[in-house]
């Protein structure tokens, strides 16, 4: 599956969003052997674009106070029914763990998964794209293709 996002993000630094894309990259794009499709593989991208306007998705800084919500956890993702803002907290994301492949997966309509130990929509210190993950991915994918 090969999916090609235009991103607004002019509340970012260029590194800043070269760190946000790159790690998403980095966790998401994976050739995976699935029970469902066999090997499936996920290539997604980045365009940078001006206008929110002509934008998939928009890339946005946490306020200064912080990405919190009402229990005090951190929020990094604003929209995990589908919409089209992710906010990054860069404190959480320069630790590697995968926040921006994660945020992003909540942005396709994923909710944090309990029973799947390590994977990218976890809150595991060691989290990946695992092959059902994949496979839940291409099915909404193709939903709305």
Known sequence: ???????NATDLTDE????ATGEAKAFLNKTLDT??????ELDIGFRKVGSRDD???VFSRCPSNG??????SRAAAL????????????????????????????NFGFWHSF????????YSEK???QPNELERLIDAYKQIL
């Open 16 to 19: 800043d969003y070269a760190q």
């Open 1 to 7: 599956m090969r999916a090609r996002f235009r991103v």
């Open 115 to 122: 029973n799947n130990k390590n994977g990218i929509t976890s």
């Open 55 to 57: 934008a998939d998705l």
């Open 127 to 129: 989290r990946s794209l």
């Open 79 to 106: 929209g995990q029914t589908g919409g089209n803002v992710v906010t990054f907290d860069f404190g959480i994301i320069e630790r590697g763990r995968g926040t921006p492949a994660h945020e992003l997966m909540h």
């Open 67 to 72: 990405c919190f919500d009402e229990n005090g």
């Open 35 to 40: 029970a469902k499709y066999g090997k499936a």
